[in-house]
């Protein structure tokens, strides 16, 4: 495995379901680093491309949805030793452009993730409890019926900062 030498920065995106406004989108990551853990949709912060830029081409890369009402969530630091990589995660929040009042039944299926489904905050904290569980070999369930949290969703959630909760509290 070759080591990353610098600190990379990525974008996450807090979605808010129309359908459950109390509710983000997340789907489990296939063909990247963090495979089977679910993670928000986002991406690699490219060369002079602000965040809120980042989160709408990643989210729309990756769900084919379009956003709007973009505003700054919070940061983390994520070291990922065993990965060998280190990130920092700047979490973007945003809601979905409803054409016409209408909402997608289905969203689309990408060659990075297995789908999407949308979670509540207290779905996110029991996930991240059971992962950190996991991680630290508190539990050998080779099999569980949970999803595990990718590493920067797994820090957001056990940081739960005051401006995501108020994202999802108050739609």
């Given at each position: 495995?070759?080591?990353?030498?610098?600190?990379?920065?990525?974008v996450g995106v807090l979605?808010?379901?129309?359908?459950?406004?109390?509710?983000?989108?997340?789907?489990?990551?296939?063909?990247?680093?963090?495979?089977?853990?679910?993670?928000?949709?986002?991406?690699?912060?490219?060369?002079?491309?602000?965040?809120?830029?980042?989160?709408?081409?990643?989210?729309?890369?990756?769900?084919?949805?379009?956003?709007?009402?973009?505003?700054?969530?919070?940061?983390?630091?994520?070291?990922?030793?065993?990965?060998?990589?280190?990130?920092?995660?700047?979490?973007?929040?945003?809601?979905?452009?409803?054409?016409?009042?209408?909402?997608?039944?289905?969203?689309?299926?990408?060659?990075?993730?297995?789908?999407?489904?949308?979670?509540?905050?207290?779905?996110?904290?029991?996930?991240?409890?059971?992962?950190?569980?996991?991680?630290?070999?508190?539990?050998?369930?080779?099999?569980?019926?949970?999803?595990?949290?990718?590493?920067?969703?797994?820090?957001?959630?056990?940081?739960?900062?005051?401006?995501?909760?108020?994202?999802?509290?108050?739609?």
């Amino acid at each position: 495995m070759t080591e990353q030498t610098n600190v990379r920065v990525g974008v996450g995106v807090l979605i808010r379901d129309p359908k459950h406004p109390n509710k983000i989108f997340a789907g489990l990551r296939k063909n990247s680093h963090g495979d089977g853990t679910l993670a928000l949709p986002g991406g690699h912060l490219e060369m002079y491309e602000s965040w809120k830029d980042c989160a709408i081409r990643e989210t729309l890369e990756e769900t084919g949805l379009k956003i709007h009402n973009l505003k700054f969530g919070h940061v983390t630091n994520d070291i990922m030793r065993d990965q060998r990589k280190h990130y920092v995660t700047v979490f973007m929040m945003g809601e979905c452009v409803v054409p016409d009042g209408a909402v997608e039944e289905e969203l689309p299926r990408p060659k990075n993730c297995h789908g999407w489904d949308s979670y509540s905050w207290d779905e996110l904290k029991q996930f991240a409890t059971l992962s950190s569980k996991i991680a630290n070999g508190i539990t050998s369930e080779a099999k569980h019926d949970f999803p595990v949290l990718f590493g920067p969703l797994l820090e957001l959630v056990k940081e739960s900062p005051e401006a995501v909760l108020n994202f999802l509290n108050n739609p």
